[in-house]
């Protein structure tokens, strides 16, 4: 299986404070993706990385990808109570699984006021 | 861009009832839609994949004759849960992507409950 696995499962920490939040995956990938969910709603697409990437940036987001050991990272920096939903890395098949999406088990993030 | 909207949000049927679920995409064609369904606090579990004017190509351990998917246009896919029932409960999410894309776009998701 190439599903996901993130650590932790919840992370609560204060504003203004840094997230980080890890992905673990278990066979190769075309790219890692992550996306964050408001409670009771919908995915939204934050990131991508693809296999040959190291780090990519985005605003406050930070990605890094190490394909020697299968992992990468979400860093969160300055963080808001906005920020807080669940996060889910996504690891994207090549092949004849192209487009196809893992989802790991999620990151609860609560950022306290 | 790439707006993904599903209906209903949330529906509430009887057991032995069929439920159907619809999934737009409003500013492009969708080439490809997908349907996951998500516990509580959970992950989502990809259900099935559909390509427009195909069959869908259902995962492992979902039963096709009772999630029936149909993808008959570039913006429209239907997911319907036939004979629901209880365990069938869940919220089930669908997401977009036009060809040769890496990304989805993801609907808002439909909470059913099954009575």
């Known amino acids: 299986s190439q599903q996901g696995e993130e650590d932790p499962q919840a992370l609560s920490i204060q504003e203004g404070e840094n997230a980080t939040m890890n992905c673990s995956y278990k066979t190769s990938i075309n790219n890692l993706q992550w996306y964050r969910q408001n409670s009771g709603r919908g995915l939204v697409h934050l990131i991508l990385i693809r296999s040959n990437e190291r780090e990519k940036h985005s605003g406050r987001l930070r990605v890094t990808l190490d394909t020697s050991k299968k992992s990468s990272s979400l860093l969160i920096t300055a963080s808001r109570a906005a920020d807080t939903a669940s996060y889910f890395c996504?690891?994207?098949?090549?092949?004849?699984?192209?487009?196809?999406?893992?989802f790991g088990q999620g990151t609860i993030l609560t950022v306290h006021p | 861009g790439a707006v993904v909207s599903q209906h209903p949000s949330r529906v509430i049927c009887k057991s032995g009832t069929s439920v159907k679920i619809e999934c737009r995409s409003l500013?492009?064609?969708?080439?490809?839609m997908f349907w996951y369904r998500q516990f509580p606090k959970k992950s989502l579990m990809l259900m099935a994949t559909s390509n427009e004017g195909s069959k869908a190509t259902y995962e492992q351990g979902v039963e096709k004759d009772k999630f029936l998917i149909n993808h008959a246009s570039l913006t429209l896919s239907t997911l319907t849960v036939t004979s629901a029932h209880p365990e069938d409960s869940s919220f089930y999410i669908c997401?977009?992507?036009?060809?040769?894309?890496?990304?989805?776009?993801f609907g808002p998701g439909t909470r059913l409950l099954v009575l």
């Open positions: 500013d492009f064609q969708a080439t490809t």
């Open positions: 996504a690891v994207g098949a090549g092949g004849t699984s192209y487009g196809k999406l893992t």
């Open positions: 997401s977009a992507s036009y060809r040769g894309a890496e990304t989805q776009y």
